[in-house]
């Protein structure tokens, strides 16, 4: 019986570092320059306010290392508001941070872990997401296990926060997570149906009383390709506490479609997020559906009027009707016009009689975008968006209605590849 335990322990780790042995490095930038000209992105344009013109830029230096037994990735990245330091200036108010710094051990060619600075990125970003058009973008401290087998994946992911070295535990202020546990599963299905499923516990800290309050967020998602054709359809529902008081019942469900005619792709979809209705009495349920780390500006329209969805729509959730064509219209470019139609998801109260629902419509949003890939390695790209609001966004808003509120963007992107060395025996 000892050697039959003895040749399973020997099976598996002869299985787990028995792999064959390769490296690989590449050393990479990434310059990315944007103007953006302001009349009303994420707020209505009141009145007295002048249109703002401001460049940002994000630079990055990218260090990749993969080994067959391990992988190590380092991203040092400096973002700026041009003009925010002077020309001879000793000290710079942007400095430069971590936007990844990490490492993988690869046990065996199922399993692997990796500790440190990292994106979290899974299925369509409606939950976790790095938030690319963000010229900081979002990174987490944390440790990832990732488990692989044919068409399965199972990705179990966690962090715990601090806001300095204390050896005692001290309050956390930092408007972050105390603490994250996630666990993600994916199966394909002969690469025309992927199924997964994600679970998320996320631990936010009462400054108060220190108290750490949780709230669970779970569902499956879809995904079909079949020739032309392609949909997804999401469900999420969301559970547990806010504080001591508001316990949380909240959901999300979206659903999309796509089919491409030669170079032109066209869309449709909606997504609903549910809401507090301010005239279902005696309902002390919290059910504002929080998207927590998503990327709300692939979504819901780019001139981010919903990044947060309860703040922004008052609690009262959101319905988002979209539809978007996209083409070639040359060998390197690509065009793409987008229409939005926002809606409350329950009602809230009219301001000027507050014993009856104001509209849920919201207004429009209408997005236009131009790409052009100038070379391999240099993208560029210009957009222009208006929003269309009706007098409920601007009572929510606290804007002007009666402004054009329009965006417009400008960017070019460099991704120069300096060194890359050949997959390679050692």
């Not at 050697?3 to 399973?8: G, P, V």
């Not at 490095?25 to 707020?43: A, T, V």
């Not at 990844?100 to 500790?115: D, H, P, R």
């Not at 957009?383 to 606290?398: E, F, H, K, R």
Request: overall charge neutral.
């Amino acid at each position: 019986m000892k050697k039959s335990y003895l040749s399973i322990i020997f099976s598996v780790f002869f299985l787990c570092f028995n792999l064959p042995v390769w490296a690989q490095f590449k050393l990479s930038g990434e310059i990315r320059p944007r103007l953006e000209i302001n009349n009303g992105y994420r707020d209505l344009f009141a009145p007295g306010l002048k249109t703002g013109v401001i460049f940002s830029q994000r630079s990055r230096l990218n260090l990749d290392y993969e080994h067959s037994k391990f992988a190590v990735k380092l991203s040092v990245q400096d973002v700026r508001i041009w003009g925010d330091e002077p020309q001879l200036s000793l000290s710079d108010p942007a400095g430069v941070s971590l936007h990844e710094a990490w490492g993988k051990v690869n046990l065996c060619e199922t399993f692997s872990i990796q500790l440190g600075r990292q994106e979290w990125v899974y299925d369509d970003q409606r939950l976790l997401g790095n938030v690319g058009w963000a010229q900081q973008a979002r990174s987490h401290d944390g440790v990832l296990m990732e488990f692989k087998k044919n068409d399965w994946k199972l990705h179990m992911g966690g962090a715990y926060n601090n806001e300095s070295f204390d050896l005692q535990k001290s309050p956390y202020t930092i408007a972050n997570y105390r603490a994250l546990v996630f666990t993600w599963y994916q199966h394909a299905f002969k690469d025309k149906f992927k199924m997964s499923w994600i679970g998320i516990a996320n631990g936010m800290e009462n400054i108060a009383d220190s108290t750490l309050y949780f709230t669970g967020t779970f569902g499956p998602h879809f995904q079909i390709t079949n020739g032309n054709f392609e949909a997804t359809a999401t469900f999420y529902y969301q559970i547990g506490k806010l504080n001591s008081v508001a316990e949380v019942r909240a959901f999300m469900a979206a659903i999309s479609a796509g089919y491409k005619v030669k170079h032109t792709k066209f869309s449709l979809g909606a997504d609903y997020l549910s809401g507090n209705d301010a005239f279902k009495a005696g309902d002390t349920k919290a059910r504002a559906f929080n998207t927590l780390y998503a990327t709300n500006h692939k979504f819901y329209g780019h001139m981010d009027y919903f990044i947060n969805v309860p703040a922004q729509t008052a609690g009262a959730g959101l319905l988002d009707i979209y539809a978007s064509v996209q083409g070639k219209i040359g060998e390197k470019s690509t065009l793409k016009i987008a229409g939005h139609y926002f809606l409350l998801g329950r009602d809230l109260p009219d301001p000027n009689n507050i014993i009856m629902p104001m509209p849920r419509s919201l207004g429009g949003e209408i997005d236009a975008s131009y790409s052009l890939k100038i070379h391999e390695m240099v993208d560029f790209s210009v957009g222009w968006s208006v929003m269309l609001p009706t007098t409920s966004l601007d009572n929510i808003d606290s804007g002007a209605k009666g402004r054009f509120n329009n965006w417009a963007w400008t960017m070019i992107t460099f991704k120069p590849v300096f060194f890359q060395t050949k997959e390679k025996e050692e």
